[in-house]
């Protein structure tokens, strides 16, 4: 089979980085009381990646969940379209009188934030419980794709953004290319992802969130910066959520999880005998499990 980048426009060159056992993840989501054995067709997924931006994916396409799945998922876990860190982050980056375009608004948090600001803003949502929530509270939100947005709105929005939604996607390249058409010419684009090189997802596998079908492609700082490879976009900042927001989780996973013998051993010791002295370090030293990135479109 011959497997291409989705990132890459010219559908570039990958390599196989890992391989999941399907029975394994369906027995992970059992444990947050969701059923997602009709993604899996396959015994095996695979991981791979994109040569020339170093961005993860997820194949065969087919296992990345449906509407029905983030249905379930927002019933399950009721924090699950919860007010954000990159949210109060990417506040910083928006004018007042800017023209903002939401991608997977959810059940609008952002998009609240937004006019408690009196800053215009508009989402789009393909979870149709979120966007009748959405119509009942008064925010302006649609069922549509960013594709059929973009082509009747092309460089109309100062602001295109999106929240833990880009992981989510199969089709990246179309996706992102849409976006940036939407979007006018020195407008932002503002994207917040999970942080794959992080202690969260390094030390555990078959973290059951990072894996289909909830996500299709996993991101970290090399390949979000290698989109002004393919789109025409620069890198205005980028962000770490702070590791102090977490901080209990990531201790949890590197007591349970640390690869290297003499790693965990000194987190043990560290946390037993001068646990203050190890959070400033881990403070210090460690990025988020989060990352923010803002692009100009040039």
Known sequence: MNIQSPLDPNRGPVKLIDTFDA???????????????????????????????KYRFYHPYEIIGDSEFYKDLSENRTS?????WEHKEALKYIDKDADVL?????????????????????????????????KEEGLDVDEKFIEDVAAENSKRYDVVCCFQVLEHITTVYE?????????????????????????LFRYDKLHTLNLPPHHAGLWNKKSLTALTKIFPL???????????????????VQLRHAKY????????????????????????FYKGRNILVVYKKT
């Open 102 to 134: 939401e991608i997977g608004s959810g059940f609008g948090a952002f998009l609240k934030m937004l006019n408690s600001k009196t800053i215009n803003a508009s989402g789009i949502e393909l979870n149709p419980t979120a966007v009748k929530r959405c």
């Open 175 to 199: 996706f992102l290319n849409a976006a940036v058409i939407a979007l006018e010419t020195g407008g932002k684009l503002i994207i917040g992802v999970p942080n794959n090189n992080p202690y």
């Open 261 to 284: 013998f003499l790693e965990k051993i000194t987190f043990k010791v560290l946390h037993k005998f001068m646990p203050n002295i190890l959070r400033r370090l881990v403070c210090r």
């Open 23 to 53: 029975e394994a993840i369906v027995e992970s989501y059992k444990h947050l009381n969701i059923e997602v054995s009709r993604f899996f067709k396959d015994e095996k997924i695979y991981l791979y990646e994109c040569l020339r931006t």
């Open 80 to 84: 699950y379209y919860s007010e954000r």
């Open 234 to 252: 620069k890198v205005e900042d980028v962000l770490f959520e702070p590791i102090a927001v977490t901080y209990d989780t990531f201790l949890n």
